[in-house]
């Protein structure tokens, strides 16, 4: 085995060759700690101000609004470093694991909208890195680069566009070893410029007037705000934790890999949020430009001498985050079971990838505000398979995390297992039909269990029903696992389906 503060000396850097198979013991280096810039650099971005005005626009005053927001991140987050654990335990991609959990065949339903779900927030990201980049290019070269109202042209933000599509799969398609240092030095950069930010946007607060405002939400907004915090950023997460933990030693302590992962995520948008929620609270006119177009509204705030660097690092935190979800959206489609190598998986995400971008910066004027309303409905999916994997932790701890249960139903492991399978369907029922959509279209599939006056409620508005369906699908789960012992695995069960100690482990 390496040593566990080492890298692999392999004599230079390789295309990663472990797909979704278990990383073997021999492979296996670095300290929990490495999980904290790659999380970071993932969180550390611009956006995380418009979820700060975001939460406080539901109604809450200020001071309700940062505890409500910061609450939700670190209950989020924290789900996301216990899932995390599994990755050293394993050696398996998050979405391969489940496959304890939810059987070979019936892992794919969760994975599927897991995999949709991230190549969206992709296809958003390229879209935002590629226009904030022309933005850039059209202020300092105006008569080459920007149309008579000031707009980039055509051609460059096609150019944008292309650069960086191919900087995201080159660093993507190479895998955990150059995404772990690259995500290092991008942290330090982008975590660097946001403080310098932070205090270039201070003077913009209104501190007079900063908690003046008489109006105060009731506990029931509050729990909204927590949940809308929630659904903004940790639960996104829930399918991805164990794929950057998953190269660890076996024996990495889980309270250290919780704990790095939960800060690395939650520490730069809690920083964040608060500044959002005290600008939303003394200065309306800008929080409501930023709830709109957050890059172009807060940038324009900026001296020249900084804007221009301060653009350049928003475009490397923006593709810093479609790298590691490049690389997780890749390990998804291994665990769909196609038949193709972990680097093919990273051109055919970029294909997709090209395809949904285009389309939205060059065809459709409202294809985001539909899309965003779409990645919501199926946030439902993703967020009742995490509970219930979260649940079923206990049941794979007790089975000493036997990788073959992740196996094809030939080669020891499960075709499904209809009881995590009904719990599953059960919360996505009872999700999709508390959540309420803006999207007219969609509005159709979902809210079918409210009322016309409950549809208008906070407890809609906010997506509560998210949080609804988890505990309904981790309920559901446990009941019929611990409760009544359905499906209980007995270790002779779990001898007899493994694969000899010498055979390798390859492709699950």
Not at 43 to 71: E, K, M, P, R, T
Not at 298 to 319: A, E, G, H, K, R
Request: proline share 4%; with cysteine; hydrophobic share 50%.
């Amino acid at each position: 085995m390496t040593n566990s503060t080492q890298q692999p000396t392999s004599g230079g850097l390789k295309v990663e060759a472990n797909g979704v198979n278990a990383v073997p013991e021999s492979e296996r280096y670095g300290s929990p700690s490495g999980l904290f810039p790659v999380w970071f650099s993932w969180n550390v971005s611009i956006l995380g101000i418009a979820y700060g005005i975001y939460v406080y626009s539901l109604g809450l005053n200020v001071w309700q609004s940062i505890s409500a927001g910061i609450v939700g991140y670190l209950i989020s987050c924290f789900l996301v470093g216990i899932l995390a654990v599994g990755g050293p335990r394993t050696g398996l991609p998050t979405l391969t694991q489940t496959r304890f959990c939810f059987g070979y065949h019936g892992n794919k339903f969760p994975t599927l909208f897991a995999y949709i779900s991230n190549m969206g927030w992709k296809i958003t990201l390229i879209t935002l890195a590629s226009t904030s980049g022309a933005a850039l290019f059209a202020k300092l070269w105006p008569a080459a680069f920007a149309l008579a109202d000031g707009k980039p042209t055509l051609g460059c933000i096609l150019g944008w566009f292309i650069l960086s599509l191919a900087l995201t799969m080159s660093v993507a398609v190479y895998g955990h070893q150059l995404i772990m240092k690259v995500e290092k030095y991008i942290a330090w950069l982008t975590g660097f410029m946001s403080i310098i930010f932070i205090f270039l946007i201070l003077p913009h607060i209104h501190w007079d007037r900063v908690g003046v405002s008489a109006h105060q939400g009731s506990l029931l907004t509050w729990i909204g705000g927590a949940v809308m915090a929630m659904t903004m950023v940790g639960l996104g997460f829930l399918n991805y934790g164990g794929d950057f933990a998953r190269y660890l030693p076996k024996k990495t302590p889980a309270s250290k890999v919780i704990f790095w992962t939960t800060a690395g995520i939650s520490f730069p948008v809690s920083i964040l949020l608060i500044l959002g929620t005290l600008l939303a609270d003394s200065n309306p006119d800008l929080s409501a430009a930023a709830a709109q177009s957050p890059i172009s509204s807060l940038t324009d705030l900026l001296p020249m001498w900084f804007y221009v660097p301060f653009s350049v690092v928003i475009i490397i935190s923006l593709l810093s985050a479609a790298i590691t979800g490049i690389y997780s959206s890749g390990l998804a489609l291994l665990a769909l079971g196609l038949p193709v190598s972990r680097a093919a998986t990273t051109a055919i995400n970029a294909l997709i990838i090209g395809f949904g971008a285009f389309y939205l910066m060059f065809i459709s004027d409202s294809f985001l505000s539909t899309f965003q309303s779409f990645l919501a409905s199926i946030s439902v999916v993703i967020g009742s398979a995490g509970a219930i994997q979260l649940i079923d932790f206990v049941r794979q701890k007790r089975l000493g995390w036997d990788v073959t249960l992740a196996n094809k139903p030939e080669s020891g492991g499960r075709s499904g297992r209809w009881t995590a399978l009904l719990a599953l369907c059960v919360a996505t029922l009872v999700g999709l039909g508390t959540i309420t959509s803006s999207d007219p279209y969609i509005a159709h599939i979902v809210g079918f269990l409210l009322t016309d006056e409950a549809r208008k409620s906070l407890f809609a508005t906010a997506n509560i029903g998210v949080i609804v369906s988890m505990v309904t699908g981790g309920g559901i789960y446990a009941l019929l696992t611990f409760v009544l012992k359905i499906e209980s695995v007995s270790a002779s069960d779990t001898q007899s389906g493994k694969l000899k100690a010498s055979q390798p482990q390859k492709a699950l």
